[in-house]
Each structure stands twice: as structure tokens, then as C-alpha cells.
């Protein structure tokens, strides 16, 4: 064999080893996430609640929600299940896309002029079929059962196993400050921006233990979206509807506490757009939609 085929032999050699080894680490990284997200994952005993605005119930006597969708209470009743105690981070998914190959989702202008936003402890924001593929990905990756949330878990979870939060903070308010952040807090978090987003669990969870359940961004659920879905939800483990073209979202970003209501129902194309205009490989997904993973049993 001559000097050039042993020298391109070498390199072909060289570039193949360094790919194994750099497969290796991305399999490595990978299981080290599942084991760390498994036992992050917060054991949520079933049980019996009333979902949707229990305002009426308790208090003044009065609805909390400006909808309407969220007006008719029905029992519903839970299955055991685990959630994870934080949301998704852009480190975690970054840990994905190695190991599965996968390529970087399109960059949102905010997070060009803000890059906080894009910082390892902030949660990463996707479409729904990249959460719902993620939390698959993690249960495959783990050995277990890992979805998105329902939306009937999500608030299950939110409310502490259903108890009548309005806010899933340490104690059920809104308090700047305290157990979310205050304006001079978020500028700081945002580079100026000034909109709620901030790394994971830097406030109090909720009396469950989740930290920043809707309160840093609309979570994304497994659910499609129907505006009388209560009206004929099943009692047990509610799964949404069959079909849709909008999913569920819950939680949202905004200073108005209206929207972070652990009650408050959201609605997005799978895809959001903010017009029709948009262009997901052009803009990518705005920072908001943000997501947990459930572990069903």
C-alpha cells in the first residue's frame, strides 16, 4: 500500500474513532439525563377532584376565570402518575438532539436579541410534537412510560392533587416578589426584556414540590383543544378528544395573574403562529411554549 492510501487510511480511521467516541459520550449524557430525570420526577397519588373554576366554591363566591370554557365543574378521577419537578431546559433538549441526531429547531428572533433566554437552565421552548417526542424519547431512553401531561394531570399536579389553588405557588397567591419574580428580577433574568421568563427553580414549587407549574411560559399538554369539552368529559383518566386542531395549553406568560391561573385554558395550532404570515423554519417557536413530562404507570 502506498504512503497516500495508508495516510488516507489513518484519517478514515482517525474521524470514524472520534465519531464513536463522540456517540458514546452522546449515549453516556443521554442515559445520565434519564436517570437524573427519573428520580426528579415527583410522585403524584390519584385521586378524586373537581376540575375547572371552582371560584364559586370557595372565597367571595365568585369565578376566578374570564372563560368560558372552564365554567362547567366535573369530577374527575386520576390514576397514579409521576411529574417531572421542573420544566424541560434548553440543556436537557440539547442532550436529546445529540443523542437522537436530530437537528436544531430554528432560532426565535427574541432569543437572538435576548440570548438569556437561550441559557441551559431556562426551559426550552418547542412545538408540541417536539415536547411530546422528547418525553417519549426520555421514557424510551429510561425504560418507562413518559408522555406529556394530559391536561386533566396538568391541573391535577398544579393544584396539589386538586386542592383549590388559584396559583401553583407555595401558597396558592400571586406575590411579586416573593414566590415569583419581581419587574427588576426579570429585567435582570431577560437581558431588559422584561417578560416572565426565568431559569427553573429559582422560586418556591408548589405544595407538591413542582416548581414554576404555568408561571414561566403555556405548558403544552397531550390534549386537543374543544371549547365544551367538560360538558362531556369522562370521569376517569380523561384523555381530551379524538381529534382537534388546536392542543391545550395551561399556564401562560404575562404579568396579568388572570393567565396563570392553574384553571386557565389555552388553545394553539401544534404549530403556533401568531399570524398567518408566519414562517416556522424562518422565526422558529417564541420562548412561551415550554412543556413537563408525566411518567404513567
Given at each position: 500500500m502506498?504512503?497516500?492510501?495508508i495516510a488516507v487510511a489513518v484519517g478514515v480511521c482517525f474521524l470514524t474513532g472520534c465519531d464513536q467516541g463522540s456517540a458514546a459520550a452522546d449515549t453516556q449524557a443521554a442515559k445520565i439525563l434519564a436517570d437524573k430525570s427519573i428520580a426528579n420526577?415527583?410522585?403524584v397519588q390519584g385521586g378524586e377532584f373537581l376540575m375547572g373554576d371552582f371560584g364559586p366554591l370557595i372565597g367571595e363566591k365568585l369565578p376566578f376565570s374570564i372563560n368560558q370554557d372552564d365554567k362547567k365543574l366535573h369530577k374527575v378521577v386520576l390514576s397514579d402518575f409521576s411529574i417531572s419537578k421542573f420544566k424541560v431546559t434548553n440543556a436537557n433538549y440539547l442532550v436529546y438532539l445529540n443523542a437522537t441526531g436530530k437537528e436544531k429547531p430554528p432560532v426565535n428572533i427574541l432569543v437572538k436579541d435576548y440570548p438569556s433566554l437561550g441559557g441551559?437552565?431556562?426551559?426550552?421552548?418547542v412545538t408540541w410534537q417536539q415536547a411530546k417526542d422528547y418525553c417519549q424519547w426520555l421514557g424510551h431512553t429510561a425504560g418507562k412510560n413518559i408522555d406529556l401531561p394530559t391536561e386533566a394531570q396538568w391541573e391535577y399536579a398544579a393544584r396539589s392533587r386538586g386542592q383549590y389553588l388559584p396559583f401553583a405557588t407555595n401558597n396558592g397567591k400571586f406575590e411579586k416578589g416573593k414566590n415569583i419574580s419581581s419587574d427588576d428580577e426579570l429585567d435582570?433574568?431577560?437581558?431588559?426584556?422584561?417578560?416572565?421568563?426565568?431559569?427553573i427553580g429559582k422560586y418556591p414549587p408548589n405544595p407538591l414540590g413542582l416548581y414554576d407549574m404555568g408561571?414561566?411560559?403555556s405548558e403544552w399538554t397531550n390534549d386537543w383543544y374543544s371549547a365544551n369539552y367538560y360538558e362531556h368529559s369522562p370521569e376517569r383518566d380523561?384523555?381530551?378528544p379524538e381529534t382537534g386542531t388546536k392542543k391545550v395549553l395551561r399556564g401562560a406568560v404575562g404579568s396579568n395573574p388572570q393567565y396563570l391561573l392553574t384553571m386557565?385554558?389555552?388553545s394553539k395550532l401544534p404549530i403556533p403562529k401568531i399570524n398567518a404570515d408566519d414562517d416556522y423554519e424562518k422565526f422558529g417557536i417564541g420562548p412561551q411554549y415550554v412543556f413537563h413530562c408525566v411518567m404513567n404507570k
Open positions: 502506498n504512503k497516500k492510501l420526577m415527583i410522585p441551559g437552565d431556562y426551559s426550552v421552548s435582570k433574568f431577560t437581558d431588559g426584556f422584561g417578560f416572565p421568563f426565568y431559569p408561571l414561566s411560559g380523561p384523555q381530551g386557565f385554558r389555552q
